[in-house]
């Protein structure tokens, strides 16, 4: 079982502490009653004095209390269903990891919503008067919720679409790394400094994202290079595909692959296609790691590195250039 995060700790032991005070009130009221008097008195009439109504329903602090216990136990509950869905059940099905957190957390929230009317009717709301408090609710999100609505419904769209899904290697902006949670807000991306970015839900629904394992693990990877116009093709591809099935992270299937791109300005340009399942999250530590063992294999067989040169050609002028020998 994953462990309770502070704020549902907190919530527990509010929940706990206003339950156990009103449990002892309302089991010692005949006992309390005479020790305060008329104090007492006055307090019982405030917390039951209604501030307005509801559908018909007064609004007390009792009844908001009460409405906070309800509204905090719903949500451990669905949290520990959630929870019991992940770790028990899902796990046997044939789902993947995105799958099954996706499956869960929809029954989390329909276990929420399903509480929650249930709560309003067992509190005796006429829930056709909650009509104009939706009316009420719609203008809020329309002057300063538009943004946390469209985040949310933007998150019920990732979990029902799964156009990404928790364990997916995405690229969003400039982010790039690994969905490690899809919350009703926002999603969290871990990269590879170890770094959890929370990116609202709305920019994987209204930008471009690359999703690097939406179809499997497999990822091709460019490894680009240039030799020496003294180099043979021939054996700078076969040293080349000796460097990529020499590495313990390179796919023999799908095999990997050399194409010469062209002539340079001063080397014959080469690119190593390979292909990896491990090392899907470090492509620049494979790409270096390959460079390393390209450059010890161009050593062996003797391939140059060509850099950068230039020719300069100085043409014949008929003015006589004078020569001072100041020696």
Known sequence: MKKLTTGTRIM?????????ILGI??????????LFGDLNTRIIKALNRPYFTIGGLPVTPVFLIKTFVYLTFLRIFSGMIRRFMEDRVLVRTSLNTGQQYAFAQITAYLIFLFGLLVGLQWAGVNMSSLVILGGALGIGIGFGLQNIANNFVSGIVLLMERPIQVGDRVEVGNTNGDVVRIAARSTWIRTNDNVVMIIPNSEFINSHVTNWTANDRQVRFAVPLGVSY????????????????????????????????????????????????TRVQYPRILASEIYFMIFKA??????????????????????????????
Do not use: C
Request: charged share 20%.
């Open 12 to 20: 527990i032991l509010l929940g706990v502490a206003i339950f156990a």
């Open 25 to 34: 009130g309302f089991l010692a009221y005949e006992q309390i009653l005479p």
């Open 230 to 277: 003294k180099s043979d093709p021939e054996v700078v591809r076969d040293v080349l595909m000796e460097v990529a099935d020499k590495h313990p992270d390179v796919l023999t299937i799908p095999e990997p692959e050399v194409v010469f791109t062209g002539f340079g300005d001063s080397s014959l340009d080469f690119v190593l296609h390979v292909w990896t399942v």
């Open 298 to 327: 161009f050593k062996e067989h003797g391939i140059e590195i060509p850099f950068p040169q230039r020719d300069l050609h100085v043409k014949s002028v008929s003015v006589p250039i004078p020569v001072s020998n100041t020696g």
